[in-house]
Nanobody, 115 residues
Framework: QVQLVEFGGGLVQPGGSLRPSCAVS????????RGWYRQAPGKQRELVAG???????NYPDSVKGRFTISRDSAKNTLYLQMNSLKPEDTAVYYC?????????WGQGTQVTVSS
């Protein structure tokens, strides 16, 4: 059975950095893309970083230049390096894998940016 587990969130001051991770257990076939999403209270879930199976990345303007998505295939782990964090980055962050058969989501990790 496939499971995605995020960890590495937490509380950080504005301007600080965090690197949440998404560890995958089980084998996922037919991966098309991987991504990180976030959902703040009262807001819709939004994509903050995506990477295709060929390695092409995409970011919304709100995080471009501050966030970097990467993967370690040997460790079966997806990362999100977040720098220059702002209070508006506060949200629950989720990883997602899109496959030819459907999508898998993690349970989320809380990121709070506050002084």
């Amino acid at each position: 059975q496939v499971q995605l587990v995020e960890f590495g969130g937490g509380l950080v001051q504005p301007g600080g950095s965090l690197r949440p991770s998404c560890a995958v257990s089980g084998t996922i076939f037919g991966i098309r893309a991987r991504g990180w999403y976030r959902q703040a209270p009262g807001k819709q879930r939004e994509l903050v970083a995506g990477i295709t199976s060929s390695g092409t990345t995409n970011y919304p303007d709100s995080v471009k230049g501050r966030f970097t998505i990467s993967r370690d295939s040997a460790k079966n782990t997806l990362y999100l390096q977040m720098n220059s964090l702002k209070p508006e980055d506060t949200a629950v962050y989720y990883c997602k894998y899109d496959t030819i058969a459907g999508s898998y989501w993690g349970q989320g990790t809380q990121v709070t940016v506050s002084s």
